[in-house]
């Protein structure tokens, strides 16, 4: 009989305890910036003299900065401390067709970001890449790079460091860590682009103190990003989240993943510009933006085909909501742009169908725009701030 492991609690050694009372430094700095360090003993709860140590290692180590001073009535003026924004990370963001390289700074700031369209074979994706990375660094050389965080539009396993399921990509199997690696001298991190979004929430968004939250990204597909417990669900092989590939219609749309009638097929960006090429005999079809100017201009055809594609998206979440109970849904994607439009015909959806106590909040992502992007960068910065 098999039995579940239980996490082993082992005694904390001086280092472990060094280590997580940095991170809960740094993390004050990061939060609370500019403080003091009076200031940062009494939030952490930390001896002043503990902290002076750690602030004298993490100014060596320049990631934290010493600012103005304050002013007190009397004694000794305090200096400010906050975090060095010449600490970079550099995000990518790769999407069926089209890729962003950003730059970003330690606080999240965006300092450069430029678009490409993804090579339909990873290869030349890579070599593209790679160029314009050597070009980034060279052109930032007073930074210090931290690494390099790219979120993909699919399950990235972090076993064997493959990308595992993406059918929206459709690139064969392909080392993407190696080369950029060797090619820039940075660490890069692969992550899902919903579970990317996750970190940008947890680390960026407005969701502090919430333990139980699902993203939902919609784009040529659907993805589901998954936190219980205060922890991401990565789930056997990262492919913990697939729920756009559940099939709602056996008899439904063919689907990438080789399915019918998957929860996608119904609710991304894709299906909503099939519902509005089914209703025109028009020849060639508008995107998904164009759509949703459309609608704003008062075409009733483009404002159904949103609209039928808003109810999917709430029907599918109901999934989501009878089987992991989050607290929030948030979710990210163009359709944010329109949220009038979609929220309230979602949270009507999800609503419809609570077991009992109350429906989760849903809401569009804090700086939709950019929320895939700062996952990217959450990515990086997480491995410093995290109390792990
Ligand atoms: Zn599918």
């Known amino acids: 009989m098999s039995r579940i492991e239980l996490p082993n609690p082992r005694p904390a050694s001086s280092e472990i305890a060094r280590d997580i009372n940095r991170r809960v430094v740094l993390n004050l700095i990061r939060s609370r910036q500019p403080i003091s360090r009076a200031d940062l003993a009494r939030c952490s709860g930390l001896q002043r003299s503990t902290v002076s140590l ?31 924004d010449k600490r970079a990370v550099i995000g990518i963001d ?68 493959r990308l595992v399921f993406a059918p929206n990509l459709k690139w064969p199997d392909f080392d993407l860590k190696t080369p950029i690696e060797r090619a820039t001298g940075l660490e890069v991190e692969l992550e899902n682009a919903a579970n990317a979004c996750v970190l940008a929430e947890v680390w960026f968004g407005q969701t502090q103190g919430i333990r139980n939250l699902v993203v939902v990204t919609v784009s040529e597909g659907i993805g589901t990003g998954i ?36 929860w996608e097929v119904f609710a991304s960006n894709r299906a909503a510009v099939r519902y509005y090429l089914e209703s025109t005999s028009q020849a060639g079809g508008p995107s998904f933006q164009d759509l949703l100017v459309l609608a704003e201009q008062g075409d009733s055809r483009a404002a159904k085909a949103l609209d039928t594609m808003a109810h999917y998206l709430g029907r599918g979440m109901r999934m989501i909501v009878a089987g992991l109970a989050p607290e929030l849904i948030v979710v990210v994607g163009e359709l944010t742009r329109s949220w009038h439009r979609f929220g309230p015909v979602i949270e009507a959806e999800v609503s419809a169908q609570v077991l009992a106590g109350s429906a989760p909040r849903v809401m569009p992502a804090h700086e939709g725009a950019v929320a895939r992007l700062r996952g990217t960068v959450a990515l990086v910065f997480q491995k410093h701030f995290a109390a792990s």
Do not use: K, Y
Request: charged share 20%; glycine share 14%.
């Open 94 to 161: 790769i999407r069926p067709v089209q890729t962003t390289v950003a730059l970003a700074d330690v606080n999240g700031r965006f300092i450069s970001q430029e678009v490409m369209a993804t090579p339909a074979d990873p290869q030349t994706a890579m070599d593209e890449l790679t160029g314009r990375l050597r070009h980034l660094l060279h052109s930032h050389s007073s930074m210090m790079f931290e690494g390099i965080g790219i979120s993909l539009p699919g399950r990235f396993d972090l076993a064997s460091q």
């Open 227 to 262: 936190f219980v417990n205060g922890q991401l669900a990565r789930g056997l092989n990262g492919m913990a989240g697939e729920f756009g590939h559940v099939p709602l219609d056996p008899d439904g749309p063919v689907c990438t993943c080789g399915g019918r009638g998957c």
């Open 54 to 84: 750690i602030i004298e290692q993490l100014i060596g180590e320049r990631w934290v900065i010493e600012g103005s001073t304050g002013r007190l009535p009397r004694g000794r003026r305090p200096t400010f401390l906050r975090l060095n």
